[in-house]
């Protein structure tokens, strides 16, 4: 089987489906491959910032999500945990039918004159006018790129979600922890969930654990040091099928400066651009923005193209992708630096640090934290 398609989004997470959204409300149709065989909610929930609702904003999906999730507290910032189910459903749903090929894994991509050919698990081959990768961490497209796979840095994630049939006491606000080495936090989605991470000095990628949920829940219970009994309770109360393992990756920094985040019709967003740590609370925030200005500079680029020549057509999608990369290099170059910064002062183990920390560093983080969380993508189109 062999199709031609204008726009070939490889991964039907937050990154891909937002592009997806943004280029079908700008009138434009694109086909999300997925490899797996329904949207994957791995990781439960993430919090949402200030500039992740802008860009839910754009694509027009804030209003209906909002009623969903518990406002927080938090200085003047919209700052939500919101479930990634609800989000990536809310997002498919808006997508016309057909949009997402579920079961579609990327095997080789070659080149074929303006084209891309997009070889598929299943024997099929897809031609692409522009192929956008939001394939995650391992991303194929990526890969095609030049761009090596993400670094480990030594520390890991155990996450859960915790529910709570008649509702749970907790205030809407971010209840965070720190101990020898560790970092733990509870954060609420609504008044019947309750998200929480647990993060961790590892030397290996711990894949012992990796396997058993068990052995996650009983490692982290026995490590969470000295935290309120209602924190501990909401861990014991997580049920095994709610608790995942990930050890934390990014792309070097340097990597977004030099590296082509496009490539003549070819581009990343997401975590296949910029896997960060999770320490600024930005990773999915920051998938939502991409999303949102790749949708608006791919849309510029294919604005007025009827009766338009493939080479015209070509070397405008190539100046679209260039404008979306230089729009988002030091964006995502920030977010990376900054989030592992965080995150190795406040994992920290060692008496200074702990005491700059503490003492010092607190106000000034937090005031990164709401810097960061300021930004704002723009709306869909530039007029």
Sequence with gaps: MEAVEDIVIVGAGIAGLTTALGLHRLGIRSLVLESSHGLRTTGFAFTTWTNAWRALDAVGIGEPLRPQHSQLFGRGHEIRCLQRRTLLETLANELPSGTIRYSSKVVSIEESGYLKLVHLSDGSLLKAKVLIGCDGVNSAVAKWLGFKKPAFVGRSSIRGCAYYKHGHSFEPKFFQYFGKGVRSGVVPCDNKSIYWFFTFSSSSKNEEMEESPAKMKQFVLGKLGKVPDNVRAVIEKTELDNIILSPQRLRPPWEILWGNISKTNVCVAGDAFHPMTPDVGQGGCSALEDGVVLARCLGEALRDRQGMSSE???????????????????????????????????QSNGKVLNFLRDRVLAAFLAGQLLKIASFDCGKLSAS
Excluded: C, D, N, P
């Design 312 to 346: 015209e057509e070509h070397r405008r999608i190539e100046m679209g992708l260039q404008s979306y990369a230089k729009e988002r290099r030091w964006r995502a170059f920030g977010l990376i630096s900054t989030a592992y910064m965080v995150g190795y002062i406040q």
